[in-house]
């Protein structure tokens, strides 16, 4: 089915461990972000990408890595896990940027020990 | 730098009575506005959004958002909210002079009592 799926849906890897969320998406759309939502900060922008091997730093870009070599996948790398990158991670993708409505996935429930 | 806020945590209705929950924003050139609804344990959902034209504008599931520049508010609005309306809204602003990511406010989270 067309749609963005995000993998792994929860992980729990420990302080120092470098892991990578996976984000898919199935129409083709140009734009792709990810955004982490913590509680009292609502959704805050991490990267995002115009197009493949175009990506840029959003609001809280620190500690984490991108990468768009197709215009389907769009992964988050945590290089050295902190515990204050727990988090839920949703990635999003949207046809026209800032115009067009995000269509998000149900998110990955990261937790850093 | 463009910003939004969303001045109550919690909003609380009873079935059948109208909502309402706020949004206010700031930016520098035009803003383009959305609001977003989140069940538990799912992504955002997109309910409706102002780019231009009509200051009311209308979406799914009932609902619409009244647009006034002046007041650089895009509250979100029901006339008869439903139990199901229960979830967490988000109310997100994109600056047309300030690149391509939406902004999004913090969250209110709706709770309608039957």
């Known amino acids: 089915d067309a749609g963005i799926t995000q993998s792994p849906r929860y992980k729990i890897t420990e302080t120092g461990r470098q892991v990578t969320l996976m984000c898919h998406q199935t129409w083709s759309h140009s734009y792709m972000f990810w955004y982490r939502q913590d509680l009292g900060h609502g959704l805050r922008l991490i990267y995002y990408s115009a197009a493949a091997d175009i990506t840029d730093k959003g609001e809280v870009p620190d500690g984490y890595v991108v990468s768009r070599s197709k215009t389907e996948n769009f992964p988050l790398t945590l290089e050295s896990a902190t515990r204050s990158q727990t988090s839920v991670y949703f990635c999003?993708?949207?046809?026209?940027?800032?115009?067009?409505?995000?269509?998000f996935g149900n998110g990955t429930r990261l937790t850093v020990t | 730098a463009q910003s939004v806020a969303q001045p109550e945590d919690q909003v609380n209705v009873a079935e059948g009575n109208p909502l309402t929950v706020k949004c206010t924003y700031s930016?520098?050139?035009?803003?383009?506005l959305f609001w977003y609804v989140q069940y538990p344990n799912r992504g955002l959902q997109f309910l409706l959004k102002?780019?231009?034209?009509?200051?009311l504008v209308k979406g799914s599931y009932g609902f619409e958002a009244e647009f006034n520049k002046s007041q650089t508010s895009f509250h979100l609005k029901k006339p008869s909210a439903l139990v199901s309306d229960s979830a967490l809204y988000f109310c997100a602003v994109r600056d047309d002079q300030a690149g391509t990511a939406l902004i999004f406010g913090k969250g209110t989270t709706l709770s309608v009592s039957s």
């Open positions: 930016v520098s050139g035009n803003p383009y």
């Open positions: 999003a993708s949207s046809e026209l940027g800032g115009v067009s409505p995000l269509h």
């Open positions: 102002y780019i231009t034209g009509d200051n």
